[in-house]
T-cell receptor, first 114, second 113 residues
Framework: GDSVTQTEGLVTVTEGLPVMLNCTYQTAYSDVAFFWYVQYLNEAPKLLLRSSTDNKRTEHQGFHATLHKSSSSFHLQKSSVQLSDSALYYC????????????FGTGTRLQVLP | EAAVTQSPRSKVAVTGGKVTLSCHQT?????MYWYRQDTGHGLRLIHYSYVADSTEKGDIPDGYKASRPSQENFSLILELASLSQTAVYFC????????????FGPGTRLTVL
């Protein structure tokens, strides 16, 4: 079946340094979109950014991601992390059909150290 | 801003008991979802619905039922609660829009003893 893989359970980075959170996917469908959601401690997940067309970069709140269909990836990056970026990050795949089913990865916890 | 509420926010249930988690959205969204969140498993889809009076099985539906009596309300029912169903449950809604964003409720922490 279709899946979203986030290989890192925990990523620890020092404030001011860059970070990349990995996301790869497997799907037989072409009519899909990809998302990154962020969940701060004791809060609900909320949308961080959504994929655009193949090989086009999308940005929000200093984070950016590029969908690469050739490598089935949608990695999240930031050039300089802040303490406030510490959170749980989910990569997700959504079918753009009548069901609009969504598949989430297992999540990556980003810990930013001073 | 989209609004999704859940009740109760926290619940302790006994093994074998019946539990009903409720979700209400005021966004006029067609799509609603129930997820459970467990450390190491992330968010897993239990049931979802894209129209009132109809529900679909997600990836882990066993032990759960869902009910969508109206566009605004979506319930998750545990007929016979088990220890393994201890988790945080999130409801979400979304619409058929260009952003396809999901709006999540605040979550319900369920503990089964």
């Amino acid at each position: 079946g279709d899946s979203v893989t986030q290989t890192e359970g925990l990523v620890t980075v020092t404030e001011g340094l860059p970070v990349m959170l990995n996301c790869t996917y497997q799907t037989a469908y072409s009519d899909v979109a990809f998302f990154w959601y962020v969940q701060y401690l004791n809060e609900a997940p909320k949308l961080l950014l959504r994929s655009s067309t193949d090989n086009k970069r999308t940005e929000h709140q200093g984070f950016h991601a590029t969908l690469h269909k050739s490598s089935s990836s949608f990695h999240l990056q930031k050039s300089s992390v802040q303490l406030s970026d510490s959170a749980l990050y989910y990569c997700a795949l959504r079918y753009l059909s009548n069901t609009n089913k969504v598949v989430f990865g297992t999540g990556t916890r980003l810990q930013v150290l001073p | 801003e989209a609004a999704v509420t859940q009740s109760p926010r926290s619940k302790v249930a006994v093994t074998g008991g019946k539990v009903t988690l409720s979700c209400h959205q005021t966004n006029n969204h067609d799509y609603m979802y129930w997820y459970r969140q467990d450390t190491g498993h992330g968010l897993r889809l239990i049931h979802y619905s894209y129209v009132a009076d109809s529900t679909e099985k997600g990836d882990i539906p066993d032990g759960y039922k869902a009910s969508r009596p109206s566009q605004e309300n979506f319930s998750l029912i545990l007929e016979l609660a088990s220890l393994s169903q201890t988790a945080v449950y999130f409801c979400a809604s979304s619409d058929w829009t260009p952003s396809y964003e999901q709006y999540f409720g605040p979550g319900t922490r369920l503990t089964v003893l």
